[in-house]
């Protein structure tokens, strides 16, 4: 595989042989020959008959060449938690999970709530881009916080943030204020720019740090009803109907939430929605370990509410899964499940989990796993999807889904570890990301 990276990297003109071609655009899943020329897909064809000159003959037969991935919300750690993940390494790690586009969210110390932080950001990636070592790929987009602080009271220069860079507005946590943030989203509106925002009634969650029933009281945890989230998605929704300002909900967890934003759907409400892919793999039954790296926000769902969002995610109610990548240190995270702070990497773990899981089963399609992961993602972004045919730039991701590795530190790109798979075998691995 090493042999081939640098072939790919190297070469001008690179043919891929016999490899596997997915475009969810135009729905097409194929065996084919892949000809690309510089920064352009020059051609795809059932085979050539010919090799064409100058090109470098790559034998991929058993690899999957598709758009690359792109993630609607994760953390990095620079600036301020630097030990926990850096520019570089996330950036790293994007990379050597698939993902070609990145959302950032703006919880750094200190937050990206002013043009100037956002700036300086932009300016760290400019510096670090210009050197040999840094990768041409993926992209970073970094939301721009919509309150001030992130402490939801007071608003941000949305004007001066969207004209700024920010790919849209978020504060990665709930908006308590509601009439804050109704204000906040007539301001927005005229922007057209993507809100994102947390459905979580932080009252009736209390101290709860897993989904409420049977398993929390089993597990003697305190329980997070599914109730807190239900209420806060209801309350959004009649704002966002009210206003008609677009907006997109982020880690959907239960069977409730994907009901109301079906029903919101249906009656024509603007809005979008996402789960993460670690609550459509594990459930509250997997908390029975204790581990602390399966405290998340929100908790794990029950079995039912793990049903519904992996059929929402089929039927399209749920519009995208994200990877909502947040890394902690050993130190940070190696704690009781209770006091642990909530979060899990997986930018180099989502793709090859999803595949074996959802994929491998036959329970999706592999276009209907890309979707999800890519094209829908960019939708609720505001942006172009990416296409796998002749005439486009690259941005593409080669895949093997029967590569088999061990999740250890020295694998990984990210500076932590904190995963419940860390030290486990898994199966699939991204061979290389191809971008102009």
């Known amino acids: 595989m090493k042999t081939l990276l640098l072939q790919l990297l190297n070469s001008p003109k690179r043919l891929l042989q016999r490899v596997r071609v997915l475009d969810p655009l135009s729905d097409t899943d194929r065996i084919a020959d892949v000809l690309i020329a510089g920064d352009r897909i020059e051609a795809i064809e059932t085979h050539f008959d010919s090799i064409p000159q100058d090109a470098s003959v790559l034998e991929t037969e058993g690899l999957i060449l598709a758009p690359g991935l792109v993630d609607l919300y994760s ?4 600036p301020g938690h630097e030990e926990r993940e850096t520019l570089a390494s996330l950036i790293a790690a994007a990379k050597a999970g698939g993902f070609t586009r990145l959302a950032i969210l703006p919880n750094t110390i200190p937050p990206v709530d002013n043009p100037a932080t956002l700036a300086l950001l932009q300016q760290k990636l400019e510096v670090a881009s210009q050197t040999k070592e840094f ?4 992209h970073l987009n970094f939301w721009g916080a919509l309150t001030v602080a992130i402490e939801g009271q007071q608003m941000t220069e949305l004007t001066d943030l969207a004209a700024a860079g920010a790919v849209g507005f978020a504060d990665g946590r709930p908006v308590k204020n509601l009439g804050l943030l109704r204000r906040l989203l007539e301001y927005v509106k005229p922007l057209n720019k993507p809100v994102a925002l947390v459905p979580a009634n932080e009252s009736l969650k209390g101290k709860g740090v897993m989904r409420e029933g049977v398993a929390s009281i089993s597990y003697g945890l305190p329980g997070d009803p599914a109730v807190s ?6 309350s959004l929704l009649e704002l966002i109907a009210a206003i008609d300002t677009p907006v997109h909900l982020m880690r959907v967890s239960t069977r409730r939430g994907v009901e109301l934003i079906a029903q919101a759907k249906a009656r024509g409400v603007p809005v979008t929605a996402s789960t993460t892919w670690m609550h459509l793999l594990l459930n509250t039954n997997d908390v029975a370990s204790y581990d602390p790296n399966l405290r998340l926000e929100p ?3 029950n079995k039912e509410d793990m049903a519904a969002l992996i059929e929402g995610v089929k039927q ?3 519009d995208a899964v994200a990877v909502d990548h947040t890394p902690y240190t050993y130190e940070e995270k190696t704690l009781s499940f209770a006091e642990a702070p909530p979060g899990a990497i997986g930018l180099e773990l989502a793709l090859p989990l999803l595949w074996d899981r959802f994929v491998e089963s036959g329970e999706w399609s592999a276009l209907e796993l890309w979707q999800c992961l890519s094209v829908r993602p960019l ?8 296409s796998c045919t002749p005439g486009q730039p690259v941005e593409l991701v080669l895949f093997d889904p029967k590569a088999r590795w061990t999740v250890e530190q020295r694998e990984l790109n990210s500076l932590s570890t904190n995963t419940p798979w860390f030290g486990k075998p898994i199966t699939g691995r991204v061979v290389t990301d191809i971008s102009d």
Request: net charge neutral; glycine share 10%; proline share 14%.
């Open 379 to 386: 939708s609720c972004l505001h942006q172009k999807p990416i």
């Open 316 to 318: 399209g109610i749920i």
């Open 135 to 138: 990768p041409k790929s993926p």
């Open 229 to 234: 989230e239900a209420a806060a998605i209801a």
């Open 299 to 301: 908790p794990l769902g």
């Open 75 to 78: 953390y990095s750690g620079e």
